[in-house]
């Protein structure tokens, strides 16, 4: 009885400090062709640098623009895999901390950190099956992507197709870039578009939209299923003429494709600063009848939306800041833009 009791008691004891056991990992040098890279047109030359303007125009595009610019906002890496585990190594000597995200088949498994060693372990153990995998980079932060980890005996394949073979490009400043998101996956145009089962680019430059020549020629450059323009209250004191100058230049080009105007949203400075009222109604103005002028001339493929429509004064518990929405209120923005890029789109 004795001898009994003592082995059911070691094997207790060995049940109880097992731990899960993990499989080996693979690590797929990056670049690589099986990883894809989205939402950063210009990769091909950047290469391996994650930015999202070509390094060829540095010299050309304005400081504050560039600047913001060396950040992969909205750059994704996607494949399809039957890996259970997935991790992702960068220089950790480099520059930047963001959060990098994981979704699985449309749905957030995952999100991380780079650690010590820069990895970032971005989710374990799933049941072995083929799904669609998308690795959302850091966003307002810098980073170098070495490799991407997966299971030792899981394999790479193309991802699933979007539902539209050109991206939604979107222009515009710090709240479409995202500044007040925790989470790069969490920007309204990246929640928008997952909705959409859509491709983005995303060309938000905090404090630095405003519509210069420059940028909007690299802007013009992309083609697109869409034009989503969002310059906020960084485009300043400019008057109407270089925001219609920008919607001229992209419908000579593209004569077809459609384009949405947002109007600023609505900021809680606006209560208590009279004179920042009066700048963002001038502002909600200007780029308003920039549209209508469109519109007026028989472009009916250029879209209005208030802003205050997509973000007002009731949502202010949303804010991470006075002027920028959390993720929750990123995500509020998307589901009411929603309808109009879809009927756009169709």
Known sequence: MARFVFAFVLIGWGCVNQRPRHHEMQWVAFPDARLEVRGLPWFVENAPD?????????????????????????????????????????????????????FVDGEQVGSGKPDATGTVRLFRNLKRARRSITIYLPHKSQARLLAVGIDAGATLKPPTKFTKALPIVCYGSSVLQGSGAAHPSQTYPAALARKLNADFVNLGFGGAGKAESQVVALVNHLNASCYLFDLGKSYGNQGIEPFANMLKVIRASHPTTPMVVVTPIFSTKEISEPAYKTKSETLRGWMRQAANDLRASG???????EGLDLFGESDKALFHDPQHPNDQGCELMAKRLLPTVKEVLR
Request: net charge positive.
């Open 299 to 305: 472009d009916r493929n250029v879209y209005v939306v």
């Open 50 to 102: 994650l930015w999202r303007l070509p390094k060829s125009d540095k010299a050309i595009v304005p400081v504050g623009v560039w600047n913001r610019a060396v950040a992969p906002d909205g750059g994704r890496i996607c494949f399809s895999s039957d890996t259970s585990d997935l991790a992702v190594r960068v220089d950790a000597g480099g520059k930047g901390s963001g959060y990098f995200d994981a």
